[in-house]
C-alpha cells in the first residue's frame, strides 16, 4: 500500500532535532511519517530515544538500522483490532515504558521468542 502523501515523512530532521536530549519518541500512527533513515541517524546520536511499533515496511527488514541501536524499542504491531481497546494497550504501554526506565520487570512485554515467530509468520504470509 501506497503511503499517504499529506503525511509521508512529515516528521523531518530539523525536527527530529529539535526535541529535547533524553526525549522519547513514540510512534504508533504510521510507519511512513518519518523517514526511518533519518530518525536512525539522529537515534545513533545516543541523545533521544524512541519505541516504534510501525515501520515503513512491516515487519521490520532484518537489516534495518534501527534494529541495533539500543536506545529503540520495537514493538511489533499490536495496536488492538477495535476503537474501545486503543485506550487499554495505550495505558498498558506506558506502564511498561515506566517500568522499563525504571528498571522493573515489564508487565506486557512480548519476548524475543514470540516476536521472532510474529516476524517470521508474517514474512511467510507476505512472502
Keep these: 500500500m501506497a503511503p499517504a502523501t499529506e503525511t509521508y515523512h512529515v516528521i523531518t530532521r530539523e525536527m527530529l532535532q529539535m526535541m529535547k536530549d533524553d526525549s522519547l519518541f513514540v510512534n504508533t500512527a504510521r510507519g511512513s ?3 526511518e533513515q533519518v530518525l536512525a541517524d ?3 546520536t ?3 530515544r524512541a519505541v516504534l511499533d510501525v515501520f515503513e515496511e512491516e515487519p521490520l527488514p532484518a537489516g534495518s538500522r534501527l534494529r541495533g541501536l539500543d536506545n529503540v524499542i520495537l514493538i511489533p504491531h499490536m495496536a488492538g483490532p477495535t476503537g474501545d481497546r486503543h485506550e487499554h494497550i495505550t495505558l498498558f504501554l506506558i506502564e511498561d515504558m515506566k517500568r522499563l526506565i ?3 520487570p515489564l508487565v506486557h512485554e512480548i519476548g524475543q521468542d514470540h516476536a521472532a515467530r510474529m516476524t517470521n509468520d ?3 504470509l507476505k512472502g
Excluded: T, Y
Aim: proline letters at 0%.
Design 46 to 48: 545516543g541523545r533521544i
Design 102 to 104: 525504571n528498571g522493573e
Design 42 to 44: 539522529e537515534l545513533s
Design 122 to 124: 508474517a514474512l511467510k
Design 33 to 35: 511519517v518519518v523517514d
